[in-house]
């Protein structure tokens, strides 16, 4: 993956080295790798490489605060790898598996996890609904798509009493509100929205969370 030489990576926040403690140079050439290659491939907006950092690989690093320790994690539609790649790099101890169909978008997962010897991490290309039900302990997503049709992709993938995190933003409430209808026919056993703190910074990750039904 060689990038342009016309680019410029955006400076490392204090946050991240908490964030990421010894593997902060692999977390630092990851997001070289958003604002070089992403960018140019069109799986980045030139305009989201100022705030790389804070907006996207943070806030997703964010999110290890509620997984369990060991878990096996499935990111669907990874897109750039986001949050997949910066919880394998938060988290070395989850076992993580990034799903995306669009073949450019699973390239670009298949090399850059090459690049930063994450060699543990799956890149799968396929959508939610061809994925093994019941085989992983939790589902993280991020901009995939509304609720309630996240919901019906990815409760059936989780194993009984296992975790979907999805990132959703200022519509977290509204979109769960929406899908109370749809968790009590997927026979969800608990649902909330969760406000959790970016590594130094004052924002928060917003993410709903929901518990399979056993």
């Known amino acids: 993956m060689t ?13 991240a080295a908490e964030a990421f403690g010894a593997r902060l140079p692999l977390a630092v050439a990851y997001v070289g790798l958003l604002a070089e290659v992403a960018t140019v491939r069109g799986l980045i907006g030139p305009r989201e490489v100022p705030r790389l950092w804070e907006r996207h690989v943070l806030s997703s690093a964010a999110v290890a ?5 060991h878990a096996a994690v499935l990111d ?11 919880l394998a790099l938060a988290r070395p101890d989850l076992n993580l598996t990034l799903a995306e169909p669009l073949l450019r ?18 890149v799968v290309r396929a ?8 085989s992983t302990d939790v589902v993280t997503a991020r901009a995939v798509a509304p609720l309630p049709r996240l ?5 059936p993938l989780l194993r009984p009493g296992g975790l ?15 899908a109370e209808a749809d968790l009590q026919r997927l026979r969800a056993a608990s649902w909330a929205v969760r406000e959790i703190p970016v590594p130094g910074s004052t924002d928060t990750t917003r993410a709903v969370l929901v518990v399979a039904g056993r």
Not at 3 to 13: E, K, S, W
Not at 76 to 86: K, N, Q
Not at 105 to 122: I, K, P, Y
Not at 127 to 134: D, G, S, T
Request: aromatic share 2%.
């Open 65 to 69: 605060a509620v997984i369990p320790d």
């Open 151 to 155: 919901l019906t992709w990815t409760l």
């Open 3 to 15: 990038p342009p030489a016309d680019t410029v990576t955006p400076a490392t926040p204090p946050g």
């Open 105 to 122: 978008r699973a390239t670009f997962l298949d090399e850059a996890c090459r690049a930063l010897h994450l060699t543990s991490v799956r």
């Open 127 to 134: 959508r939610a609904e061809q994925l093994p039900r019941r």
């Open 76 to 86: 669907v539609g990874s897109g750039a790898g986001l949050p997949g790649i910066p």
């Open 164 to 178: 979907l995190v999805a990132i959703k933003g200022r519509t977290a409430q509204d979109e769960l509100t929406a």
